[in-house]
């Protein structure tokens, strides 16, 4: 389920309250523009795809799956009905098009069902998609936020956002695991927005 407008701004009311540097980030960065990727499977997709390629790359690579598909969308049954010469002709790396191949398989099959995972608790979400070859503990994270809706879920290993709290909270070196959470710890139950505020700051 999406957050709803006034969850997104009880969260503002929340962060500008707990925390000064997240205050002057929120002024800073203004209104939450926070929109959800409804087809599930794709998302799931195009993460695999952007992993350790620049975003310019991965687009092209998206864009030539979707031409192999017909007409254009990306589905389970879609990608299913692709060979792997045929994914690696698309720009896909053999080991990304066997990742691409296994979650498909793993849809068609029942075994994940993306239909209902929005049921299942954060933590259920994450220990089912990291069944899939591919697909780790940050991107099952993405997931839950962009896709999913998830008010409270903190990316701490994400560079983005260890850049961003170096950046504003004046740290010497990027925080690692155990500084981060502490830094976030006033952010909670609204650490999925102050994370989208994190990189968003990062551009203003």
């Given at each position: ?76 049954a879609d990608i299913a009905r692709l060979k792997a010469r045929q994914l690696r002709s698309a720009g896909l790396s053999g080991q990304k098009a ?37 697909i780790g503990h940050w991107t099952a994270q993405m997931f839950l936020m962009f896709s999913l809706g998830r008010a ?53």
């Amino acid at each position: 389920m999406a957050l709803t407008a006034k969850e997104i701004e009880a969260a503002r009311r929340h962060l500008r309250k707990a925390d000064e540097v997240m205050r002057e980030i929120i002024h800073r960065v203004g209104p939450v523009k926070l929109r959800l990727e409804r087809n599930r499977f794709a998302m799931l997709v195009r993460s695999i795809i952007s992993q350790q390629i620049s975003t310019s790359a991965a687009r092209s690579i998206r864009q030539r799956l979707e031409e192999l598909l017909s007409p254009g969308s990306i589905t389970p049954a879609d990608i299913a009905r692709l060979k792997a010469r045929q994914l690696r002709s698309a720009g896909l790396s053999g080991q990304k098009a066997s990742y691409i191949q296994d979650l498909a398989g793993k849809v068609n099959s029942g075994e994940l069902n993306l239909r209902q995972i929005g049921r299942l608790s954060d933590e259920r979400v994450i220990e089912q998609l990291t069944h899939v070859r591919g697909i780790g503990h940050w991107t099952a994270q993405m997931f839950l936020m962009f896709s999913l809706g998830r008010a409270d879920v903190f990316p701490h290993g994400d560079l983005g956002i260890r850049s961003a709290i170096r950046q504003a909270y004046r740290l010497d070196e990027l925080p690692d695991r155990r500084q981060s959470e502490k830094i976030a710890e006033p952010w909670h139950p609204h650490a999925t927005i102050a994370s989208w505020y994190l990189w968003r700051s990062l551009e203003s």
